[in-house]
């Protein structure tokens, strides 16, 4: 298959995490080096109401720690080093966990870096959405213009549309459990900014994905075929593990067709 997809397309899937620890700074950083031009990462809330930068609500797989999030302290979580010892053994360590406040100061000095931040169900269950994204929304500021929040959790995502409807929120985004007919109603009164599915959800035919005004992000594109396949589907925005390869396909494919 002919190259399809290109370089603005695509998004590294909590950093490159094919090759580094999945939500650090080192996997963020390495994503904005091999030149990554949207980030994605997730978000649990703390005991102490701060937003850190993890997936899993307890820090088992990705440290070797049982430790839950949101009953711990900032400072404890912060002290765990998330080097995921089952993937990468000590080579990584020490890998901190990162507050939300240190990646988007990072990443401020990226302006052409386009961000998807993800508040994890957990923290939403524990803390409820209006409390975490009160906890998020000051620190996304210096970047919300090209920042979107997006969530399995429906009810952030009315949240979300709410404070956006009253100008007090910036971009947002569904993520989709399933592809139904009340799904896609209900798509349609939301209006999200980004429609989101993994690629195991969506069909596989042109013109399948729901016509509205989001733009699609799927997630699941771990090789050139299935980033080649999601571009030709009409997804705009691909999201990948391993950022660096599919970056690199892409340059030599420019660079055979100069």
């Not at 949240?159 to 993520?175: H, K, L, T, Y």
Request: aromatic share 8%; hydrophobic share 40%; proline share 5%.
């Amino acid at each position: 298959m002919a190259q399809q997809y290109t370089s603005s397309q695509l998004l590294a899937h909590r950093g490159y995490r094919a090759c580094y620890p999945e939500n650090t700074l080192a996997s963020i950083r390495a994503a904005v080096e091999a030149g990554a031009q949207i980030i994605e990462f997730d978000v649990q809330l703390t005991r102490d109401l701060v937003p850190v930068v993890v997936h899993d609500v307890n820090l088992k797989r990705t440290s070797g720690v049982d430790m839950s999030v949101p009953i711990s302290n900032a400072e404890t979580v912060c002290n765990v080093s998330v080097h995921e010892p089952d993937r990468f053994g000590d080579r990584f360590e020490p890998s901190y966990m990162a507050t939300l406040q240190a990646v988007i100061d990072y990443l401020k000095d990226f302006p052409e870096v386009r961000v998807f931040v993800e508040p994890k169900r957990e923290s939403i269950g524990i803390y409820k959405p209006s409390v975490m994204l009160d906890q998020m929304d000051p620190i996304l500021a210096p970047i919300r213009d090209r920042c979107v929040v997006v969530s399995f959790s429906l009810d952030c995502v009315y949240e979300c549309a709410r404070r956006n409807q009253i100008g007090e929120g910036g971009q947002f985004g569904w993520v989709l459990r399933h592809w139904d007919d009340s799904s896609r109603a209900l798509a349609g009164i939301l209006k999200p900014d980004v429609l989101s599915a993994s690629y195991q959800l969506i069909p596989k035919t042109k013109l399948a994905l729901w016509s509205g005004p989001w733009s699609w992000y799927v997630y699941g594109a771990d090789d050139i075929e299935t980033a080649n396949e999601l571009a030709e589907l009409g997804v705009n925005i691909i999201g990948t593990d391993d950022i660096g390869s599919l970056l690199e396909a892409f340059d030599k494919s420019q660079q055979k067709t100069a």
